[in-house]
């Protein structure tokens, strides 16, 4: 008899058989991840990813945790009666950014955008690549050399799960896919797919050498969502939300409207808000944003609009809670509960981690915090400031460069250098034994410019916009009269 039989494999005796037995049942009751089971996370996806090749791989698609699809939409032709649902909506002419992952996918469609054969460049002029000419335009001298080669830069048509459909530029992301044996319900390997946004090759290569994705075809249902959910307030006034919040355009002050107060010389007129700034008159539309909404998951900024029948609706929330913010009196606040302002023992440990974040925004403060998984994923309501140090040296460098206004230093018509703050939520996943927290997503409720020698408004709660309750497609906002 061998070691193995020895080991209980083979058991003789009726203690072996006992322990046998239990050791198979506790073998057979381990979670194995079959393809038929639906995995936890609602972003990884049955999928059959479609080559340029024809090949086509099946298995299960995700992409890196925190990590979203960002698309920038184009201008849409099929905007008839027989266009795609609510089609007119991505046909504007202003880009916008749509970021998203796969729950809400039903299927994406890649083809070229553009096409064309280039040739490597180099510039003969290297030295003098800030130089620019009257017009404003570089003086940099390219040459094209070499032999050429394909570039093909699709572009992406998003069919959701709601059956609204995006066409737009996607940003370069990794794509992982992890194929399953059909038989035994074990993962064989996990490959990356890399979606482009623009594919080269080699010279002497043809458009069809270059290998890629041209369609992700999910095989499940994934998460369905509304297209837009009605609001029901119950003690929100809704018109208590400043209505004149505008941006200034051509005037001879930009600085009067900063904070969304409108001089006393302020008039309607064709629907258009006129100013008298200093004997110049300046016109400046009112905003549409009265309030905004951010997604519990992923952070996802969304609109809240107040339709022509007076009703609020909140539109593609693909299928998330939300929370609100508005400004009220020139303050932003925001729907969150009230405890989670209090500061407590967490509310502090967050606080003193949060402070030490080292980045772009220099004043930061907490407003509040809500704690989720047993305090290992924190939400946190903040403003954050970028507070120009040394004005004078950065106003010296934006005027020395024809890129100063497109950097760090905001430069105001006027010649000013401008600051913006923001009211934001960051997602942290934390260690609830050190306290040492990690940054995973973050969203903005707003982005308001401010001068430098201005304080920072003050932002805060709103007890009437929490809690934020979805049911039957509705949002009910706010504590029970």
Known sequence: MNGKTNLGLNPSTPGARCGFVLLVALFVSLPFDLPAQK?????KRQAILHMSDGEQREGIIELSRGIEFSLTNLERNDTGANAPVESAKFSGKKSKIYT??????????FEPHSEEYLKKFKMLNVGFRDDVDEAGKSTVKKVRVGQPYPVIKPKCTVVFNSDEVVTGLLRTCVVYLTTVDPDTGFKIKTSK????????GEPGQSYEDLLRVKRIQMLDEGTQFARSMPITFNAFDFDSINTNYV??????????????????EAFLKANKLVVSTKGKPATAEPSLIRMTGLTHDTLSKVRVQQEADGSVKVHSTLGENVFLAAQINGKWVASWPVEGTVRTELFKSVEKEFKKTVDYYNERKLIGVIPKENGREILALVRLRRDIPDPEQALAWAMSTRWGSQGSFEMGE???????YRLSILKYARDPKTGEMSLEDRGSFCRVRIDLEDETPEVGVSPALWPVVMKDGRLIVGPKE
Do not use: Q, W
């Not at 995995?39 to 972003?43: A, D, I, L, R, Y």
């Not at 998203?100 to 469609?109: A, D, I, Q, T």
């Not at 600085?255 to 006393?264: F, I, K, S, T, W």
């Not at 006027?414 to 913006?420: H, I, T």
């Open 247 to 264: 941006r200034i355009k051509d005037a001879g002050d930009t600085n009067l409207l900063a904070h969304g107060v409108v001089p006393e």
């Open 414 to 420: 006027d010649g000013k250098l401008l600051e913006y």
């Open 39 to 43: 995995t936890k996370s609602p972003f």
């Open 100 to 109: 998203f992952n796969f729950n809400v996918v039903k299927e994406m469609r």
């Open 193 to 200: 797919v890399l979606v482009k946004s623009k594919y080269s």
